[in-house]
Nanobody, 129 residues
Framework: QVQLQESGGGSVQAGGSLRVSCAGS???????????MGWFRQAPGKEREGVAR???????????YYADSVKGRFTISQDNAKNTLYLQMNDLKPEDTAMYYCVAVGGTCPERAADFTYWGQGTQVTSPH
């Protein structure tokens, strides 16, 4: 069973940076030649939204999606030697405040959150006014 565990959340002033981590990427790499990992976020009273997702392949190909609201500010990456997926968040804004969830699924990247097989418990990111 693949288990994902987020860490690195916290409270950062607007304009600051955070890097959240997700342990479990090497498990996906071991089970699938092609898989999708990414991040969703959810703020109280708001619908869950996809932040970023990336298609990882055994041959080195890549395909990345970022929500328009985070393009140019957030970057997704992985380090399988450290069993970790990262989301680097720069120039944080109050609207980025949410619980951030690491997600994964074998195969190509789905569009719906419900189609991701694996979910972490989330890590809170807060950027106060």
């Amino acid at each position: 069973q693949v288990q994902l565990q987020e860490s690195g959340g916290g409270s950062v002033q607007a304009g600051g940076s955070l890097r959240v981590s997700c342990a479990g990427s090497s498990q996906m790499n071991s089970h699938y030649s092609r898989y999708c990992m990414g991040w969703f976020r959810q703020a109280p009273g708001k619908e869950r939204e996809g932040v970023a997702r990336h298609l990882f392949t055994s041959y080195g190909g890549s395909l990345t999606y970022y929500a328009d609201s985070v393009k140019g500010r957030f970057t997704i990456s992985q380090d399988n030697a450290k069993n970790t997926l990262y989301l680097q968040m720069n120039d944080l804004k109050p609207e980025d405040t949410a619980m951030y969830y690491c997600v994964a699924v074998g195969g190509t990247c789905p569009e719906r959150a419900a189609d991701f097989t694996y979910w972490g418990q989330g890590t809170q990111v807060t950027s106060p006014h």
